[in-house]
């Protein structure tokens, strides 16, 4: 059984759209999220959470944790071509298991 | 050193022979993971590292596969007898202080098993 499930598994948006990514995962052993960008080789950290209902922001993107629903959401909002990338999230269960990536195309 | 730096970045491999993938994680990282990811999935856990000691390999898909970080510093993977299906980027990650903290990634290396 996987331990994190991302949806969609892709997303095709023009340039100035908003996305929400979506990350569920399961209860035991939880300790964090964490959400990741992958273009090429190297993910990229984004954000790490681990208090639910606190959203974290780093310019138009944004993440929040809902312990409750086991889940957590990345937002962008005003997509940018660059913004093309497999987004990867992470839950630290004593180690860290990886979802199946969600894979973002942003036309121009 | 300024990021975490795996060597050699592709490496092409008749099936059956041995490879070697090495991993140099930032200086002072305590911790070190090893992740396999296939074309189009997440990456997959393989092994884990504090220090010299190898805390988990419950990852390793075969015992093929073999870990080391004798050091507490440079990592190496080791495949004996590839196979096509080892096929993948292999992926090394270091953190700070342990389970935890976030990982910071090192460019990965694409292995190709002929």
């Known amino acids: 059984e996987d331990k994190v499930v991302q949806s969609p598994l892709s997303l095709v948006v023009h340039e100035g759209d908003t996305v929400t990514l979506n990350c569920s995962y399961e209860?035991?052993?939880?300790?964090?999220l964490l959400w990741y960008k992958q273009e090429k080789k190297a993910p990229t950290f984004l954000f790490m959470l681990?208090?639910?209902?606190i959203e974290k922001k780093s310019g138009r993107l944004s993440s929040i944790l809902d312990k409750k629903e086991l889940s957590s959401i990345l937002n962008i909002t005003a997509t940018q071509t660059g913004d093309s990338a497999i987004y990867l999230c992470?839950?630290?269960?004593?180690?860290?298991?990886f979802g199946s990536g969600t894979k973002l195309n942003v036309k121009p | 050193g300024a990021g975490v730096s795996q060597s050699p970045r592709y490496k092409v491999a008749k099936r059956g022979q041995d490879v070697a993938l090495r991993c140099d994680p930032i200086?002072?990282?305590?911790?070190l993971f090893w992740y396999q990811q296939a074309l189009g999935q997440g990456p997959e856990f393989l092994t884990y590292?504090?220090?010299?000691?190898?805390?988990?390999k419950s990852g390793l898909p075969s015992d093929r596969f073999f870990a080391e970080r004798p050091e507490g510093s440079v990592s190496t993977l080791k495949i004996q007898r590839t196979q096509q299906e080892d096929s993948a980027v292999y992926l090394c990650?270091?953190?700070?202080?342990?389970?935890?903290?976030?990982?910071?990634f090192g460019s990965g290396t694409q292995l190709s098993v002929l």
């Open positions: 209860v035991t052993n939880f300790r964090s």
């Open positions: 990650a270091s953190s700070s202080s342990g389970i935890g903290e976030k990982l910071f």
């Open positions: 200086s002072g990282h305590v911790s």
């Open positions: 992470a839950g630290d269960f004593n180690k860290f298991y």
């Open positions: 681990t208090s639910s209902g």
């Open positions: 590292f504090q220090n010299e000691a190898q805390l988990d």
